[in-house]
């Protein structure tokens, strides 16, 4: 990948007239940036680049630091963005006994954000911290950055024996009979009378065609009868069936609309809708077939039954996209509404004939646990069928109340769709939470493409927590150093401006360390 080059220094926080920020900008030269003094615990420089450039990969030398994160941004204004999550360099016993401080990482594609890497920036920031030690001081060694560059293979030299052409190892072969197409006609005759090549490659030659068939031959199942059609005239013969056409989407033809249900259950219902091929209407409206309700007895479902629509429980959606095909209504009907029957679909795709159930709430996302213990997500939203669950939800349910004033769109633009800066992140909430802040806290991380670990493994990426350092916190950091412990206060920054934010500022990290009298 080709280099950018760093044309200058546009602004330092720290630095030592001896290891000056002005190094950077020749990674070859051996010069390094340094703080000015110890016990600095973040230091940041920023550097120009030629242009506007797409970044595909950093390579970073470190000097002494334990964290080091890169932003970018744009000389016309504008906040910088987070292009590359804060890393670490060295563990907090490294840091306290100066080993490793000279170390290299370089960081691709997969380790920067998408979304940010693939726009041109003319800025680039560089913020290094170093919590654990506070009587050296630290900066960087040097930072390369690289750009993509799309490049052709080369073409292979063609070699030739004679008057054959040496095909290179790898290359496809020749399909039968190419040679004899390709001869030239006999002297004397100038009209080539040989037939010309099939615009498609030829079929596999007769031998190769009966080993095929002799070694993938199967049984010949016994041909099914058709059955007689009692209303066709005597000595008719029966017509023959026309071919399956491909299967289109689930509910193709279904245009819904939704009752009763708050954010985020609503949006998941809608998205879940929308993936199996059906219209959605933020109101009920002449061309609507169905209506998936939380309570039988609103005024939209007033409506839509004296419109003829269909009223259906949320359960009719999750299982048609559990099981990938479409179910009949007939058992997920509400009371009052039309019969299975009036909406045309046949009875042959419909599995035997069920119990009939009675429409039930589908229960919110749970919030984490308060105090730290493993947290479970469940990805089916459809709750129990048993008549005491559904009571006990009733009671319980927060949304149990009406939602036809406030749970409607005012417009009937669609939603656009929400970043997805969470995907490369696994949280893990710690702790205690004030009240309501942990379900908001559950509802970013979702949203935003997040993964909510149910207790402390080797993929959680950030711990958030609202507690001040713990002894605990220096064990998890000594098995893997890239952990990054949070406030809160950053999780919900990030949901309400939708965008990556710098986790540093709001990171926990061990008071300093006094030195004795």
């Avoid at 987070?82 to 100066?98: D, I, N, Q």
């Avoid at 933020?282 to 419109?307: E, M, N, Q, S």
């Avoid at 119990?355 to 919110?364: F, G, N, V, W």
Wanted: charged residues 20%; glycine residues 10%.
């Amino acid at each position: 990948m080709p280099e950018i080059p760093l044309s200058r220094v546009v602004s330092v926080t720290s630095a030592d007239p001896r290891y000056p920020a002005e190094n950077l900008l020749q990674p070859d030269g051996g010069g390094r940036w340094r703080a000015a003094a110890a016990g600095e615990k973040q230091i940041s420089v920023v550097l120009e680049l030629p242009g506007e450039r797409r970044i595909h990969s950093l390579h970073i030398g470190n000097d002494g630091a334990a964290f080091v994160e890169a932003l970018v941004g744009a000389a016309a204004g504008g906040d910088f963005q987070v292009l590359l999550p804060t890393a670490a360099f060295m563990s907090p016993s490294e840091s306290r006994a100066g080993a490793g401080q000279r170390r290299v990482r370089l960081f691709g594609p997969e380790a920067l954000v998408k979304g940010v890497a693939g726009r041109g920036w003319d800025r680039l920031r560089l913020v290094c911290s170093q919590p654990y030690c506070q009587t050296r001081p630290f900066g960087l060694s040097f930072v390369r950055v690289f750009s993509p560059q799309r490049t052709t293979p080369p073409e292979a030299p063609v070699r030739r024996l004679g008057p054959f052409t040496v095909r290179e190892e790898g290359a496809a072969p020749a399909p039968p009979g190419a040679l004899f197409y390709q001869r030239p006609p006999p002297p004397g005759n100038p009209s080539p009378t040989l037939p010309q090549p099939p615009p498609g490659p030829p079929g596999p030659s007769y031998a190769v065609a009966t080993l095929q068939a002799s070694a993938g031959s199967a049984p010949k199942l016994p041909k099914r009868r058709p059955r007689p059609n009692p209303t066709a005239p005597p000595g008719s013969s029966p017509s023959p069936r026309p071919p399956a056409s491909p299967p289109g989407p689930i509910l193709a033809g279904v245009v819904l609309a939704l009752s009763g249900f708050e954010n985020p259950l609503r949006s998941h219902l809608r998205a879940a809708a929308l993936a199996l091929g059906a219209s959605y209407r933020p109101d009920w409206a002449p061309d609507c077939t169905h209506l998936v309700c939380a309570f039988p007895r609103t005024p939209k479902a007033a409506r839509a039954r004296a419109l003829g629509g269909l009223l259906v429980g949320p359960a009719w959606i999750w299982d048609c996209r559990r099981l990938q095909r479409r179910l009949p209504c007939g058992p997920y009907l509400l009371d009052g509404s039309a019969s299975s029957g009036s909406e045309g679909e046949g009875s042959e795709e419909a599995p035997p004939t069920p119990r009939p159930r009675p429409a039930h709430k589908t229960p919110p996302p749970p919030d984490p646990a308060p105090s730290g213990d493993p947290v479970t997500l469940t990805s089916d939203p459809a709750g129990s069928d048993s008549g005491d669950a559904e009571d006990q939800w009733e009671r319980d349910d927060p949304y149990g109340g009406s939602t036809e004033e406030n749970s409607e769109e005012e417009e009937g633009e669609p939603i656009p769709p929400l970043p997805d800066f969470f995907g490369d992140k696994t949280f893990f909430f710690h702790g205690e939470f004030p009240a309501g802040e942990g379900r908001r806290l559950l509802r970013y991380v979702t949203a935003f493409g997040g993964t909510l670990a149910p207790y402390m493994d080797d993929s959680v990426t950030h711990v958030v927590t609202a507690q001040d350092w713990d002894p605990a916190f220096q064990e998890a950091l000594e098995l893997r150093p890239s952990l990054t412990f949070v406030r809160p206060r950053w999780l919900l920054l990030c949901g309400e401006r939708q965008r990556p934010l710098p986790a540093q500022p709001f990171a926990v990290v061990p008071p300093p360390m006094t030195s004795p009298p």
